[in-house]
């Protein structure tokens, strides 16, 4: 990642496209694991970086992923399916940051927005998807030398829980998909809504973020989790609310600690706006309180790489939603005899990754081969309404091994296998091979 100013300074804005042989602006101090240039990049991806340009800065991240998947054998033994082949272009993401000025007041206004397409067509009728990531002003408020001790930030902002929701521009991550606990097994991936907070580095190693956004859309909701419910800031239903906030902590030099929490009220009780009816068609008010929360660590010394994750979702009145109707009298959410299709009233998730540098002994190469190991735990039906039956195919267990190579920063190329282990069976086997870059 580097810079090149295309102009000397004269009035007006300037634009500064990154090139490969330039060098780093120099970053705030404490703005990242180890202090250096590399674990800026590959622990915090590029946005501090970016907002703190002091100009107008383009970039952008993506990947390009190829799979072979096979699913099998069933619960009663049946065969291993053959493999299912595809490729796509899973992500391209291209973004703008700019500062409104390089002095006075309007220097401490910065925007931030990215703009992402999802395998490679949008259409009606095709699986891909164009979307605003993220998107925001954000007001410096009160600073020190080398960081923001407090700043606003409104629009459309990433709900700060785990870490690939934030940080998951493909050299920061290992593995050719995201974990599968933060892509939405668990936690929803690149989770955004509309709303308004604070940011800051208080201390140096010290970060906050706190939130008030909209929140999900119970209707939304279902037996796999919670994606369904996310507007990312379409038409979001502004009835319910939701606080969300996280702290993060470097301890010592590469080791950072992270915890993140969320609690809103999916009923709308809060603004007196229902939608929800009884069998004799009378409004129902129901509360509906949701909560979610999140630990981790990250770790990036001397060739060594590590993270562990653990979190979860609780809604403990699912079983009322359970039971609630549209104004026809038909449920919300009706389940057929025999079936395991009850929203969840609690789920969790942990996940614990390993990797190193087998280059760096060597000491003679920039570039980085980094043998990997993730092992997850995920349970999308940990705890069901009284009267429902858990579903085991949503309890899994599963491995990842694989190569991340880096030859700059900047550039990734990876391969791993999966192996999904399903307590109901139907397991899966999966491979994947993938291009990966940000700048």
Not at 20 to 36: F, H, K, S, V, Y
Not at 347 to 362: F, Q, S
Request: aromatic letters at 8%; charged letters at 20%.
């Amino acid at each position: 990642m580097c810079w090149l100013a295309l102009a000397a300074p004269a009035p007006g804005p300037r634009l500064d496209l990154p090139l490969e042989e330039q060098t780093l602006p120099t970053l705030p101090a404490g703005i990242g694991l180890g202090r250096d240039v590399d674990d800026q990049v590959l622990l915090r991806g590029l946005q501090d970086g970016r907002l703190r340009a002091g100009h107008t800065v383009v970039g952008g991240y993506g990947q390009f992923n190829a799979t072979a998947l096979s699913v099998g054998p069933g619960p009663q033994g049946e065969a291993l399916n053959a493999p299912a082949y595809s490729a796509t272009v899973r992500r391209f993401v291209l973004f703008v940051a700019h500062t409104f000025a390089e002095s006075g007041p309007a220097a401490d206004l910065r925007f931030y927005g990215e703009l992402e397409w999802e395998n490679a067509v949008a259409c009606r009728t095709c699986v891909g998807s164009v979307e605003i990531e993220q998107g925001f002003l954000e007001w410096s408020l009160w600073k020190a030398s080398d960081r923001d001790l407090l700043a606003l930030r409104g629009g459309l902002l990433i709900v700060p829980i785990g870490i690939i929701n934030q940080w998951h521009e493909p050299p920061v991550f290992h593995g050719v998909e995201r974990p599968r606990v933060e892509e939405g097994a668990i936690i929803p991936s690149t989770w955004r809504e509309l709303g308004v907070g604070v940011v800051g580095e208080p201390v140096p190693g010290l970060h906050y973020e706190g939130y008030m956004t909209t929140g999900l859309d119970p209707e939304g909701l279902a037996a796999g989790g919670f994606n369904g419910a996310r507007s990312n800031g379409g038409r979001a239903p502004a009835q319910t609310l939701q606080l969300s906030g996280r702290l993060e902590l470097e301890p010592a030099l590469g080791f950072l600690v992270g915890a993140s929490g969320i609690a809103s009220e999916l009923g709308g009780s809060m603004l007196g706006a229902q939608s929800f009816f009884d069998v004799n068609g009378d409004v129902l008010p129901l509360v509906l309180p949701l909560y979610a929360w999140t630990l981790d660590a990250r770790v990036r010394r001397s060739g060594f790489e590590a993270r562990a994750l653990i979190g979860g979702f609780h809604l403990p009145n699912a079983g009322d939603l359970m039971q609630a109707r549209h104004a026809d009298g038909s449920l919300l959410f009706p389940v057929k005899a025999g079936s395991n299709e009850s929203l969840p009233q609690r789920t969790i998730g942990a996940e614990l990754e390993l990797a190193y540098d087998v280059l760096r002994p060597l000491a003679v190469t920039e570039q980085q081969l980094l043998p990997f190991a993730r092992l997850e735990f995920y349970d999308g039906h940990a705890e069901v309404p009284e009267g429902f039956e858990r579903d085991p195919a949503l309890s899994v267990k599963e491995l990842t091994v694989g190569l991340s190579y880096r030859p700059i920063q900047q550039v990734v190329v990876k391969a791993d296998v999966q192996a999904r282990n399903r307590r109901l069976g139907f397991d899966e086997a999966q491979a994947d091979v993938g291009l990966g870059f940000m700048f």
